[in-house]
Structure formats: C-alpha cells, structure tokens
C-alpha cells in the first residue's frame, strides 16, 4: 500500500489513493495502524481520495473514527495534487469533501510547501451554551464548520487544554463528539489557539479549528474579520466575508512511501 505524509503546520495526515484500498479492507482499523506514532508512519489522520477530477477525498482520525473534513487535511490533499501537476500559483482546484465542494486557490509554491487560499464555506448553528464540566459551569461558543466545534474564550494554557478541552471533547451536549479550541484575542487581529481535536487529541493546528476560533473571537470577543490564528504549529489567516470562511495557510508534502505491514480485512 503506497502512502504519502504530508502536514500542514504540524497537523500531519497520510494520504492513500482509493485503488490501493479493497472492498474488503476495515478502514479504521488500516487508520489506526498507519497513524500509530510508534508503530505506524504516524498522523493525525488517514485521508483515501479519488484521483479523478474534482478530487474526492474521505477522512478518518487517527483512532478510526469518521470525520467530515479538515481544513488541513484539504491541504494537504491539495499539495499532492498541484505537486504531480505541476501547478502554478494562481491556479485552482476543488475538493469534494464529505462537508461539501471546497475550492483551494493556490498562491506560493516553493519546493514541498505549497500555500493555499481555501473557500470554506458559511458557519453554521452559531450558539453559546452553558456546560456543565466536573460541577463548573463553562461558557462555550458551539457551531459547525462542516464539522462540530466547541470554543472557549479565555485562558489558553496546556492545563487547560489537557482537562476543559478533553471533557468537553466528549462531553454529552456533543452525541458526536467535538473539536475543541481554546482561543484568546490577543488584539483584533490576533488570535492564539490550543486545539483538542476530536478522535485525535492535542494537535499543532487545525483549519477548521481556526476557523471556528476565529469565527466565536469575531462574533464574541471583538476580534476583525480578517485574522491571524496562531497555534504551536504557525499561523493561518482566516477571513470571514459576505460568502463565507477563507483559510489561508501552507501544507507540506514529506514523502512516499510503501507500508509494509499487514492490511487489516485485505483479502
């Protein structure tokens, strides 16, 4: 099974083309085991995508579990693509995601490292809730960016991420799951970021994570519609216009590679 990693920003995804996987193959179980730190090539995530145009592209976290997409993981989706085609800045492509159409325009390549412009889409179910965590009331923003997201405003510190961030990453107001961003504006054009992604855990960054951010910051804590969103692994920049999200941010291809290990269901 041929696989390529790629990141962006540090959150890392494995990429396979859908020919290589049979019916038979349990997916999540191929998931866990190639996104394994230890024993696999490692990631946050298994991207299987259709070759064919518009790229299609299904993702599962690294514990197997199903997620409607990724912000990064398009990405990095995207830097494969432009990479074997040899495209050039200014160029587009779409993205067919399980949260919809996606269209990336390429704006800087350099070697590996490609910088992309992403259309997102429109936020939706923008809340605030009050949630119940270990007997304290938490005010949170919720909303979707094609996936569940939970935001905090306030204190951004690793503790918090390992306790607030993980209960509420499963806390029951979320029969799914959730995303988790702990955000604080830092000016109005600023914002910094930790992340407790869903089937996952702690990750350097997140698209769809700072986006949410930057969204509950913009809505609820004074933030500009056009900002940065710093998190341990760099900076995006994320716009929110009259037609929706834009993401802007770099995604990197690492390598090729061939997985030697068994291929859980494959007949």
């Not at 989706?77 to 993205?95: K, T």
């Not at 905090?152 to 959730?178: I, N, S």
């Not at 933030?223 to 993401?247: C, F, I, K």
């Amino acid at each position: 099974m041929r696989l390529v990693k790629a990141h962006a920003l540090g959150n890392d995804f494995l990429l396979v083309d859908e020919a290589e996987l049979a019916s038979s193959v349990d997916r999540a179980a191929v998931a866990r085991a190639v996104c394994d730190r230890h024993r696999g090539l490692g990631a946050d995530g298994l991207i299987a995508y259709s070759a064919a145009e518009p790229l299609g592209m299904a993702l599962l976290n690294a514990d197997g579990s199903f997620s409607e997409i990724s912000g990064n993981g398009v990405r990095c989706l995207a830097a494969w693509h432009a990479s074997r085609r040899s495209a050039r800045p200014g160029d587009s492509l779409a993205i067919h995601t399980d949260a919809g159409l996606k269209e990336l325009t390429l704006l800087e390549c350099e070697g590996p490292r490609f910088l992309f412009r992403a259309a997102m889409g429109r936020p939706e179910n923008i809340e605030r809730a009050c949630l119940d965590v270990a007997g304290v009331p938490v005010d949170a923003v919720t909303l979707r960016v094609g996936n569940p997201q939970c935001v905090v405003l306030g204190w951004v510190t690793p503790e918090r991420l390992h306790t607030l961030a993980a209960a509420l990453a499963v806390h029951p107001h979320f029969p799914a799951g959730t995303n988790v961003e702990l955000a604080e504006v830092l000016s109005p054009g600023r914002v910094r970021i930790l992340i407790w992604e869903r089937g996952v855990g702690p990750t350097e960054a997140s698209g769809t994570g700072a986006c949410a951010a930057a969204v509950a910051a913009m809505q609820y804590g004074g933030a500009a519609r056009d900002v940065a969103v710093e998190s341990p692994g760099g900076t995006q920049r994320v716009e929110w216009l009259d037609d929706g999200l834009y993401l802007t941010g770099t995604a990197e291809i690492v390598a090729a590679c061939e997985w030697l290990g068994a291929v859980p269901g494959h007949a």
